[in-house]
């Protein structure tokens, strides 16, 4: 099983409270956009963080797989 770390660009600001919701991620405001960064691993894991996503609201603007 490989990890693989992904980008995920979220629409708008998340309040505090939804940032916590990313526990073990790393989440940064590049305005108009938040990121989610972190290593996952497995596609279960990624989908799970989708599903998180979709539950709190929130509208994914790009998901991308980056290098180390």
Known sequence: MT???YELRIAGHLAPGTRE???GLT?????PET???????????L?????????LGLEVVAVQRVED
């Open 3 to 5: 990890s693989h770390r």
């Open 21 to 23: 919701a990313f526990e």
């Open 27 to 31: 989440v940064a405001d590049a305005p």
């Open 35 to 45: 990121i989610v960064r972190g290593t996952l691993v497995d596609d279960a894991h």
């Open 47 to 55: 989908h799970g963080l989708l599903a998180l996503i979709q539950d």
